[in-house]
């Protein structure tokens, strides 16, 4: 399909029935992300299977190895995807009927295009960095894996778009758990590297197939290979996409210079204590993605709900956030044990470095989103650069010298500087939507209680059952959970602790 041009769109009148201008769409915010976070939880058992097999199967050198091609090739694809995904579910939220249809077929046939290019560039990128010839061909292969991520991560815009996050969650669990199988097998075949980065292949295409039956009649099938609908695209949203890709880019980066600058077996450690962060970090983007459409629309047109929905979704993400500090911090050496092996020792301190991370990882999530929302683009920009820059930097100077802890170190200021840029562009020019910070001091304090079960002369396990423990009970009696999660909660557990009402 040829012709009419791509444009930002004006401010419709909502479709009749549209769940996004609703009340209903608060409440599928907070069950869906409960969903999705519960649907996590089961994937990320089977990711963690796979993980452990991985880890040992390969060894420090060659998990290494693995893991920097990943890291290579996620890097590229968040360069070249141009942060597309975001962008789908922000305009079909904010777009409707035929321009939306349009939209939709556009978005897929450059997504193709774009993530096709990627591939060749991430081979490219491996052979100049002298990577050994299973490593380039690896990264071919999984970029292949990645053509099928784009199709159903089009394709399933929809889902995510009207919050249906039974399908969506179904979907996403389906993957992990597929991968993980898959990884069974590979293992008990003694596959190599190559094996274990071909194997996204033929987990996404069958994503790919069941995404097709669950969006029938939603979504336009027939991409749009149009160079000069692409370019009326990309022209009006370019700041969104280098805004999203940085975003991507910064922290893979850091594994990237690390194989670079230090030895195979820091990079290993690294790789290891990495793969635990990307996983745990996934969870503010899914809860925070599940309220995007809502998000989006409260942008458009009633900033006094987008206020509201972004402090509630900051206090809970921040809660999390301390939750996982505190696994990280008491656990590092039962969960490093589990993920990989005693041989992986040297890993945990890096572990507990990467846990303080995670805990800006998480509202960092809330407040990118809400940005994006709300089209600030160039200030997302600015603040992502920032973070490159700080962790790029530490990275090189810190993986050289003090390996996979100083790499941690350099995630760690990375996570910093963009939480401190981030509030400051949420803020900076509008004090409605300004961060508030009371209930969340409150958090701080109860993290600091769950970290008091590190003294005790007791396993770590207990010890990060204990921390969590007095960390779930100083929340309640200190009244620092939102309304929207006490209620959620068995009646005595609702009404423990001072209720705190917003400014």
Not at 71 to 91: F, N, W
Not at 454 to 468: H, N
């Amino acid at each position: 399909m040829s012709g009419g041009a791509i444009t930002q769109p004006d401010v419709p009148d909502p479709p009749v029935g549209d769940v996004l201008d609703t009340p209903e769409a608060g409440r599928r915010v907070v069950r869906g992300g409960a969903l999705r976070v519960g649907g996590f939880v089961a994937g990320l058992s089977a990711s963690l299977v796979g993980a452990a097999l991985v880890t040992r199967h390969l060894g420090p050198a060659d998990y290494g190895r693995y893991q920097t091609v990943v890291a290579l090739v996620t890097v590229v694809q968040a360069v070249t995807d141009l942060g597309m995904s975001t962008l789908g579910l922000r305009e079909y939220a904010q777009r409707t009927g035929a321009d939306r249809d349009r939209f939709m077929r556009v978005l897929l046939g450059m997504r193709l295009a774009l993530t096709s290019a990627g591939t060749l560039l991430a081979m490219l990128a491996a052979v100049v960095l002298g990577y050994d010839s299973q490593m380039v061909i690896g990264a071919g292969l999984m970029g292949l894996g990645l053509i099928f991520v784009v199709i159903y991560a089009t394709l399933s815009i929809p889902l995510a778009a009207e919050i249906r996050m039974g399908a969506v969650t179904g979907l996403d669990v389906g993957r992990q758990v597929g991968l993980a199988a898959l990884f069974v097998v590979l293992v008990a075949a003694g596959s190599g590297v190559v094996g274990f980065l071909a194997a996204t292949i033929p987990v996404h295409l069958a994503l790919v197939l069941v995404t097709l039956v669950l969006v029938r009649g939603q979504a336009p099938l027939r991409p749009t290979f149009d160079r000069s609908q692409w370019i009326a695209l990309i022209r009006p949203t370019i700041t969104f996409a280098l805004a999203t890709a940085v975003g991507s880019l910064y922290v893979y980066t850091a594994l990237v210079i690390t194989s670079l600058v230090s030895t195979q077996e820091q990079t290993g450690l690294f790789g290891a204590s990495f793969r635990v962060y990307i996983i745990v970090a996934s969870v503010p983007g899914i809860l925070v993605t599940t309220a995007f459409p809502l998000l989006s629309r409260a942008a458009r047109d009633d900033r006094e709900r987008l206020r509201y929905a972004t402090q509630r979704l900051f206090e809970g993400t921040a809660a999390l956030g301390g939750a996982a500090l505190i696994t990280c911090v008491l656990g590092a050496a039962p969960i490093m044990a589990v993920v990989a092996g005693h041989q992986y020792d040297g890993a945990i301190p890096v572990l507990r470095i990467q846990g303080a991370a995670l805990a800006l990882t998480f509202v960092i999530a809330t407040w990118g989103f809400t940005l994006l929302a709300m089209h600030r683009h160039r200030q997302m920009i600015r603040a992502n650069v920032i973070a490159l820059v700080v962790s790029a930097s530490t990275v090189l100077l810190l993986a050289r010298t003090h390996g996979a802890e100083g790499a941690a170190f350099g995630t760690l200021l990375g996570e910093t500087s963009l939480a401190c840029a981030y509030a400051w562009g949420i803020g900076g020019g509008n004090r409605l939507m300004r961060p508030r910070f009371l209930r969340v001091g409150r958090m701080v304090v109860a993290t600091g209680l769950g970290l008091l079960a590190w003294f005790p002369p007791i396993p770590d396990a207990l010890a990060t059952v204990v921390g969590l423990g007095i960390y779930a009970v100083a929340l309640l009696s200190l009244g620092a959970l939102p309304t929207e999660i006490r209620e959620h909660l068995p009646g005595p557990l609702s009404r423990l602790g001072p209720t705190l009402h917003d400014e």
